[in-house]
């Protein structure tokens, strides 16, 4: 499976951009920068079929409204966070950036267990609050696509919005994961599933 990662926005977030087939991908998070985004689909002649939110902080949503009015790719976010993509103070847009936040006018809910099709690849969604109380995973194959609950040796903050005893919660939910997952998160490097049982002292914690 090919996945580019680009660093957009103010806090460097992680956009994943995944190969669904046919020259069809889906983006997981845009923290910003749209035009940097969309000019490398017009480079790479690829069509954006869905935009995947993890939640709905602003540097994980910032270019989501240019991209979504440029492709008119659907955006799909949890319910518990959808409020976030129409309110700068919640999102926490007026605390990170002088620039005017574009409310993002449509979106798809999803919750606990949904699955959202894109081209030929299936994303299930995970819901693990703690960063955010609509706080997702998205996982295809072998592929957990993390967000800001879990990074490569740490877990996302609970302080901007979150809940230290639902984190608790969701991270025992990707402990228990058997599978050794790839895991690609919104900040940082790749890591995997197995490698963080093993080292991350949030999850031997538990």
């Given at each position: 499976m090919t996945i580019r990662t680009l660093q957009l926005g103010e806090l460097a977030a992680n956009c994943h951009i995944i190969d669904c087939g046919n020259g069809i991908c889906a983006a997981v998070d845009i923290g910003n920068d749209p035009d940097r985004l969309l000019s490398w689909l017009e480079e790479q002649k690829y069509t954006l079929c869905a935009i995947l939110l993890t939640h709905g902080h602003y540097d994980h949503i910032g270019g989501v409204e240019a991209v979504r009015e440029a492709t008119g790719a659907p955006v799909y976010i949890h319910e518990a966070d959808a409020p976030?993509?129409?309110?700068?103070?919640?999102?926490?847009?007026?605390?990170i950036t002088m620039a005017p936040y574009r409310n993002v006018k449509e979106y798809v809910i999803v919750r606990d267990g949904d699955e959202i099709t894109a081209g030929e690849r299936v994303f299930r969604v995970l819901h693990t609050p703690g960063h955010t109380s609509?706080?997702?995973c998205f996982l295809t194959d072998d592929i957990l696509l993390s967000g800001d609950t879990l990074f490569r040796g740490s877990?996302?903050?609970?302080?901007?919005?979150?809940?230290?005893?639902?984190?608790?919660?969701s991270l025992k939910q990707l402990a228990s994961i058997e599978e050794d997952l790839r895991v690609y998160s919104g900040h940082g490097d790749q890591t995997t599933l197995n490698y963080e049982k093993k080292t991350n002292p949030y999850l031997r914690s538990l």
């Amino acid at each position: 499976m090919t996945i580019r990662t680009l660093q957009l926005g103010e806090l460097a977030a992680n956009c994943h951009i995944i190969d669904c087939g046919n020259g069809i991908c889906a983006a997981v998070d845009i923290g910003n920068d749209p035009d940097r985004l969309l000019s490398w689909l017009e480079e790479q002649k690829y069509t954006l079929c869905a935009i995947l939110l993890t939640h709905g902080h602003y540097d994980h949503i910032g270019g989501v409204e240019a991209v979504r009015e440029a492709t008119g790719a659907p955006v799909y976010i949890h319910e518990a966070d959808a409020p976030m993509l129409q309110d700068a103070s919640r999102n926490l847009a007026a605390h990170i950036t002088m620039a005017p936040y574009r409310n993002v006018k449509e979106y798809v809910i999803v919750r606990d267990g949904d699955e959202i099709t894109a081209g030929e690849r299936v994303f299930r969604v995970l819901h693990t609050p703690g960063h955010t109380s609509g706080s997702c995973c998205f996982l295809t194959d072998d592929i957990l696509l993390s967000g800001d609950t879990l990074f490569r040796g740490s877990m996302g903050r609970t302080d901007l919005g979150g809940n230290p005893a639902e984190m608790r919660r969701s991270l025992k939910q990707l402990a228990s994961i058997e599978e050794d997952l790839r895991v690609y998160s919104g900040h940082g490097d790749q890591t995997t599933l197995n490698y963080e049982k093993k080292t991350n002292p949030y999850l031997r914690s538990l």
